[in-house]
Structures are given as structure tokens and as C-alpha cells.
């Protein structure tokens, strides 16, 4: 059975509208969900360290949007947490350190899909600062563990447990 020409045509006009709907509505959801034009440029790739600031990071996936460069973090909780907040602004300082430029802003992607956009604010940039500062001088007494105050969940998984005396450890585990 041959196809008419028309026919033909039409079914190619067809598809090619569909592809540019297709291509339309990709792009409108990148941009609701913040991308906009952006190019990944590492997907878990980089580890950025700066000796100077003492800090060191891998974020999950680096983006740039024309002289920007967008840190983003895939978390499985499904609630932003403030270490959540303080480690995107270990990123942003690093981004700066390394690549000398200060993003304006990262996303941290929980675990139901929600993306939320972090402001690279004074405020993080001098909590996370005064962070590294204090683990700095923490680490100037190597032979004094710091204090720790961790919860029975976060020690669970560590692979520590078995010899660290700072353990948070529940009824079961210390069974
Ligand atoms: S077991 Fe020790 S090292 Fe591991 S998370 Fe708990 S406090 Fe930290």
C-alpha cells in the first residue's frame, strides 16, 4: 500500500509540531524548576578544596548559566534541614575560592522532588565561615577528639561505631 504525498506531508508537519510542543514544554519545565538555560557542566564529578579556608565539598551537580556557576545537592529528606543550608554555603564559598566566582544562589533538591533555592546571602557566607574557623582550631589539638553530640540514627550507619566513644547509642545498640 504506497502513501499518498500529501499524506506524507502532513504526517511530517504533524510530527515536526509535536517536537517543537515537546521541546517548548521541556523548557518550561526546566525553568519552573529553576534550571532555566543552564548547562551541567559535573554531575558528582568535581571535589572542590581550598586549603586557605580548610573546606572541602563535591556537590551533586554544578550548572552553569552564562558567567554563573549553580552548586545543586540531592538530599533524601524531604524537609529542609539547616545543616542542609550551611553545606550549600561550604559549596558557594568554594565555588568562589576555586572557580573565582560567587554564585548568587544554589538549589538543594529533597527527596520528594522539591527544589529549594538557597540566596548566597552575608548572613550563610559568615555562619559557614565562623564554622571552618572553629573547626580550624579544633584541629590545631589533634590529640583532644572534638565533642560531638550526635543522635542514636546518625551513628547507626557509621562505620565508627564500633570504636568511638562518642557514640549515641540507643538500648538496641548497645545490646
Ligand atoms: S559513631 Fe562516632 S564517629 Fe560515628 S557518627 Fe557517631 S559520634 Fe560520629
Known sequence: MSFPLWLGLLLA???????????????????????????????????????RLGLTGRPDRIVRQGDSVIPEEWKSARTLRPWHRAQMGVYFLLIEDRLGRRPSHGFIVLGDGTRCR?????????????????????????????RVFPKPAQCRPCGMLPHC?????TSKLSR
Open 13 to 51: 508537519l504533524c510530527l515536526l509540531g509535536i517536537g517543537l510542543l515537546l521541546v517548548r514544554a521541556g523548557r518550561g519545565l526546566r525553568q519552573k524548576a529553576g534550571l532555566e538555560a543552564g548547562r551541567t557542566v559535573s554531575l558528582d564529578q568535581v571535589t572542590l578544596t581550598s586549603k
Open 118 to 146: 538557597i540566596e548566597n546571602t552575608e548572613a550563610l557566607r559568615a555562619q559557614v565561615l565562623g564554622m571552618a574557623e572553629q573547626i580550624r582550631a579544633i584541629r590545631q589539638d589533634l590529640a583532644t577528639p572534638a
Open 165 to 169: 566513644g562518642q557514640a549515641a547509642r
